[in-house]
């Protein structure tokens, strides 16, 4: 039962609700059946977790555990003190901007 998709109510048996939800989508889901079949939806088979879990995990992984690896390399191994905080926020952005926007513009972050 939990791998079946959730049912939409329909009016003809072999294309379902295609027709009436092409024709109108609001009108379709301001139904109270197209109502139902959004708002009370189980949160597994509403949540978007699972579909970008196996897109984004093998992308961004390596590059985070790179980008982290390489900021870790350039402490002064000598000193026992750092600002944590500085350091955090340092490393979010380095990744994030990896990440998010490139190598290029990742490159241009890196200190003369």
């Known amino acids: ?3 079946e998709p959730p049912i ?4 003809f048996t072999i294309i379902g609700s295609a ?3 092409r024709m109108d989508p609001i009108k379709f889901y301001k139904r109270a059946e ?3 079949f959004v708002f009370n939806a189980k949160l597994a088979d509403a949540s978007a ?4 879990k ?8 390596p590059v985070i555990e790179m980008e982290t690896k390489n900021y870790f390399s350039r402490w002064n191994k000598s000193s026992d003190i750092l600002d944590i905080h500085i350091a955090t926020a340092e490393l979010i952005i380095m990744k994030s901007s990896r990440c998010l926007f490139g190598d290029e513009v990742r490159s241009k972050l890196d200190e003369p």
């Open 1 to 3: 039962m939990l791998d």
């Open 8 to 11: 939409v109510p329909y009016s």
């Open 19 to 21: 027709i009436t939800m």
């Open 34 to 36: 197209g109502n139902n």
């Open 49 to 52: 977790e699972a579909s970008y």
């Open 54 to 61: 196996s897109i984004t995990v093998p992308v961004f992984v």
